[in-house]
Structures are given as C-alpha cells and as structure tokens.
C-alpha cells in the first residue's frame, strides 16, 4: 500500500502484536474542526480501540493527503485505502451523484433522509463497479446563499463573482448570469480573499469553517435549497483483507457513525447560523421575491438534471417533487 509522508493526520493507534495488522489512509477533503469530518476522525479511533489494532485508519483532513478532486480515484486505484468527499462532486461521471443537490425539492432533513435510504442502493452499487464499497453517508446542513450586500430579489445578484463546488452548483450560478468558478474547499478562502468569488450557494458549517465573516461576505440567506452528504468509502481489495470479524467492526461502527452525523444535522445546522450571527453576518429569510426567482431557476435546473438522469435514478426524486 502507498503510504503518504509529511501530511497532517489523525491516527487511531495502539500496541500491534497481531501479524495481520493493517493500517489505512483515508484522505479527507475538509478540516478536521468540520463536524463530519470530525466524526470520521471518531470512527477511526472506535475502528482502532475496537480491533485491538488490527485495524489502524488514519484520516489526513484538509486534503492535506490529496486534492477533493483526485481522492475517489485515488481509493479506486488502491493508492489510497479509503477517503471522504461531497458526493455531488462525482455528478459529472453520473446524475445519481447530484440527487441530493437538485434545488428545492428535497429541503427537510426527514426527506433528505428517505432520500438517502431510497438512493443508497443505487450508490453502493456505482462504488461496487469501480472496486469500493460505500460504508456510509453524512448530510451537510441545508444550503443558503452568501453575498456581500443585501438580496432581494435575483437582479441584485448582478455582477457577482459565484463559487461552484460542483456541476449542480455551477448550472445554478450559470441561470442567475453570474461569473462561476469552481472553487474546492481547502482554495476557498484565499479565493474570497483576492476576490476570484464575492458570492457562493454552500451551507452555514462552510462558512464557518472558512471564518466568512473575515471576506467581504456579509449576508447569509437562509434559503434551505438542498441537503447535500458527504460519502465515506473504501477500497474494496483493502476492505477483503480484513478479517470477517474485523470487516464486521468497521461495518458496524460506520453505521453508527453515519447515524450520528444525521441526528446532529439539525442543531448543527441551528449552531452555525448563530455562530456566523456572533461574528457579524446577517443571516436571514430570502425576501418572497428573491425565493421565487431562485426557485424559478431551480426549475430548470431540475428539468436540466431529469434529461441527463436515466429514469431509475429520476424516479427516485419522483415522491418529493
């Protein structure tokens, strides 16, 4: 197994005596403060107290092991044993990937969640092809739209820099005729900070991880426009090593895992809106008007996502349409 040095990491370890001993890295895109990445840094060490040490993950936050955009293929190629990344940032190899980013259909984390369940077979099978097994998903708290003056309706959106951190984001920026660039988180606040971006359609938790309220973005509208997850997966080879017990634990403890991030989603979500209120943003709800121009577009960027989704996977957003 190919083995990074000098990247930050967090590690479950413990006295190894055992001769079938594994070590995994698992490379993360966001900073270990980030709640679900912090909850994969926990999984790691239930997995390593669990086995006695014969299973070591070590999580590198930050994209510190590898950039957001390099880690599935990483994990695919048995570079890297297993990795966490933004499902919606695969929404180029298939439509699945951007189910949950589809704009104002699936807003309530209730929905999110049988959005998930209904979905997650769809999923592990995508990853199955490729060699990797899906061991669990975590939501991000409901999407809202940050600018740097007030919005009341979609013309005053104008002129705005718009950051995309995937094809469904980047379509949104594109309907409003705002300039896209597509920014990944760990290049996100120099962005902001040399004005390559002055607006972006993320969640609270991103803003408060990227201490927003040093950028020019002053005003965080609270439109709960999708529910985005996050996937933890690994490779399967890696995963087939591992004794029937041990593959057992690491299953076991994914499920809780993932269990806890979707009953913290929503006072997470309450937490970071205030946190972002404390340091001087203006969080509100959108205006009646600035709701329905935004949605007016999540319209046709949902027609967009129906004519390139085969009709499986269209079927699956059927119920909350």
Known sequence: ???????????????????????WDLAAAYPASNPITAETIRFAEKVGEATGGELTIVVHPSASLLPLAQIKRGVQTGDIEAGEIILVALENEDPLYGLDNVPFVVTGIDDARKLWDASRPMLEERFAKQGMRLIYAAPWPPQGLYTPRPAEKVEDLAGLKFRSYGPSAARFGELLNLTVTNVAFAELSEALATGRVDA?????QTGVDAHVWETPLKYFYDLQAWIPKSGVFV?????QKLTPETQKTV????AEAEAATWERVVTLSDETKKTLTEHGLTVAEPSAELAEGLRKVGLDLLAGWEERADEET????APFK
């Open 1 to 23: 197994m190919l083995k990074y040095l000098g990247c930050a990491a967090f590690a479950a370890t413990m006295t190894v005596t055992t001769a079938y001993a594994e070590q």
């Open 251 to 254: 299953l076991d403890l994914a």
């Open 235 to 239: 490779n399967e080879e890696a995963f």
């Open 200 to 204: 972006m359609m993320t969640s609270a």
């Open 314 to 317: 269209r079927a699956l957003l």
